[in-house]
T-cell receptor, first 113, second 111 residues
Framework: GAGVSQSPSNKVTEKGKDVELRCDPI?????LYWYRQSLGQGLEFLIY????????KSGLPSDRFSAERTGGSVSTLTIQRTQQEDSAVYLC???FGQGAGYTFGSGTRLTVV | QKEVEQDPGPLSVPEGAIVSLNCTYS??????FMWYRQYSRKGPELLMY????GNKEDGRFTAQVDKSSKYISLFIRDSQPSDSATYLC???????????FGAGTTVTVRA
């Protein structure tokens, strides 16, 4: 597609429920990233996928967070047993390769009530 | 102490003024420096991308990097109301895909 597409754009969920966030990167981009943006905070790295290599999961804040990327394209970020502190904007980005400028999607605004 | 420090503002300027934004950082290994612009409810958009020290100009935007002082700046000349947004600095080490971001500075340009 023309840009990085994320869905849903907004999600309100009850504490304790699981949520899935989807990212469709730019066609041909081999690298895909998830970041989290909390109010008044900078973007926080979560996870990185590059081609068929093992993902870098070092930024995931707890084992309630997981992500996968199917067929080298679409990625899903899953948060299990959501907590109020998980409320944030989750941003996905893609790039041609490591070190290249990212293109971000518009994000999913997650609110846990 | 955060790895990248950025004054959150807010910063309000009249149309036509020069906007001056800056970030400081603590990690001397950073080699790549970026500025992103983020409009409300949108993702960050890459504005400027520079390597190591020096200046880079693109239209009304000038990015400066001073590695000796661990200080980077973005200047916006002849600011327009459409420049009203949050500006985020970001940086990375050589051969590293992870970016370290500042918290962002919110800028309003008054017509």
């Amino acid at each position: 597609g023309a840009g990085v597409s994320q869905s849903p754009s907004n999600k309100v969920t009850e504490k304790g429920k699981d949520v899935e966030l989807r990212c469709d990167p730019i066609s041909g981009h081999t690298a895909l990233y998830w970041y989290r943006q909390s109010l008044g905070q900078g973007l926080e790295f979560l996870i990185y996928f590059q081609g068929n290599s093992a993902p870098d999961k070092s930024g995931l804040p707890s084992d309630r967070f997981s992500a996968e990327r199917t067929g080298g394209s679409v990625s899903t970020l899953t948060i299990q047993r959501t907590q109020q502190e998980d409320s944030a904007v989750y941003l996905c980005a893609s790039s041609f390769g490591q070190g290249a400028g990212y293109t971000f999607g518009s994000g999913t605004r997650l609110t846990v009530v | 102490q955060k790895e990248v420090e950025q004054d959150p503002g807010p910063l309000s300027v009249p149309e036509g003024a020069i906007v001056s934004l800056n970030c400081t950082y603590s990690n001397s290994a950073f080699q790549y420096f970026m500025w992103y612009r983020q409009y409300s409810r949108k993702g960050p958009e890459l504005l400027m991308y520079t390597y190591s020290s020096g200046n880079k100009e693109d239209g009304r935007f000038t990015a400066q990097v001073d590695k000796s002082s661990k200080y980077i700046s973005l200047f916006i000349r002849d600011s327009q109301p459409s420049d009203s947004a949050t500006y985020l600095c970001a940086m990375s080490r050589s051969n590293d895909y992870k970016l370290s971001f500042g918290a962002g500075t919110t800028v309003t340009v008054r017509a």
